[in-house]
């Protein structure tokens, strides 16, 4: 009679412990299933486009957007005179290629005949003609210390107000056959002894 009790206790033992186990299993399945959140993980650095996203770059990339449709304050205390138009006649307009890349936009301001707008990456210009002792074309904005100088193969883009040139080595369609013209066939040097006419009989 004792055995048969022990037997089936430990029967009823047996099972108990069979059953505890599998009621486990799905848990620790689970738990194993489920990746845990590493340091590196939390580490991990934003994408670009998590970046482009937030709140700093939208803000900045609005910002930039209205300073770009901005009118820039003008002073309409500046008169040009009829020679001041005949040169502005004379201003090449749209986007001139600049040495490493960078290039600059000039657009006529139809308000304004003879005024311009003048920019490059980061700056913005209000321009107008004055007088070039050289003969030069040469847009100025006094304002902010900025002038375009407009030679016959080259122009550029400098700060007065900073002492350095925004854009250099700027070249329109028609300065670019000039230099070119002037590559095939240079002017003489200064210490070139000039050439005797040729004799005549």
Same mark, same amino acid.
């Given at each position: /009679?004792?055995?048969v009790? @022990?037997?089936?206790?430990h029967?009823?033992?047996?099972?108990?412990?069979? %059953?505890s186990?599998?009621?486990?299993t799905?848990a620790l399945?689970?738990?194993?299933? $489920?990746?845990?959140? =590493?340091?590196a993980?939390?580490?991990k650095?934003p994408?670009?486009?998590?970046v482009?996203k937030?709140? %700093?770059? !939208?803000r900045?990339?609005?910002?930039? %957007?209205?300073?770009e449709? $901005? &009118?820039?304050d003008?002073d309409p +205390?500046i008169?040009? =005179?009829?020679?001041? *138009?005949e *040169?502005a006649k004379?201003?090449?307009?749209?986007?001139?290629?600049?040495e490493l890349? +960078?290039?600059?936009?000039? =657009?006529?301001?139809?308000r304004?005949?003879?005024?311009? !707008?003048?920019? =490059?990456?980061?700056?913005?210009?209000? /321009?107008? &003609?004055?007088?070039?002792?050289t003969?030069a *074309?040469? @847009?100025e904005d006094p304002k902010r210390?900025?002038m375009w100088?407009?030679?016959? +193969?080259?122009? /550029?883009?400098m700060?007065q107000?900073?002492g350095?040139? @925004? %854009?250099?080595e700027? /070249?329109?369609p028609?300065q670019? $056959?000039?230099?070119?013209e002037l590559k095939k066939?240079p &002017?003489?040097?200064?210490?070139?002894a000039?050439?005797?006419?040729?004799? $005549?009989?």
């Amino acid at each position: /009679m004792k055995s048969v009790f @022990l037997a089936s206790l430990h029967a009823s033992l047996h099972a108990s412990l069979f %059953a505890s186990f599998f009621l486990a299993t799905p848990a620790l399945v689970v738990a194993q299933a $489920t990746p845990a959140t =590493t340091p590196a993980a939390a580490a991990k650095k934003p994408s670009k486009a998590d970046v482009a996203k937030s709140p %700093a770059a !939208v803000r900045r990339s609005a910002l930039k %957007a209205v300073e770009e449709v $901005t &009118p820039i304050d003008e002073d309409p +205390n500046i008169k040009l =005179t009829p020679e001041d *138009i005949e *040169i502005a006649k004379r201003v090449f307009v749209g986007t001139i290629a600049c040495e490493l890349g +960078n290039s600059v936009t000039i =657009t006529a301001n139809v308000r304004r005949p003879g005024f311009f !707008v003048v920019q =490059t990456k980061g700056s913005r210009f209000a /321009m107008h &003609p004055v007088e070039s002792r050289t003969g030069a *074309i040469r @847009l100025e904005d006094p304002k902010r210390g900025a002038m375009w100088l407009q030679l016959g +193969n080259k122009s /550029m883009l400098m700060s007065q107000k900073l002492g350095q040139r @925004l %854009a250099d080595e700027c /070249m329109s369609p028609e300065q670019l $056959t000039l230099a070119d013209e002037l590559k095939k066939n240079p &002017p003489p040097g200064l210490l070139d002894a000039p050439q005797a006419p040729a004799a $005549t009989r």
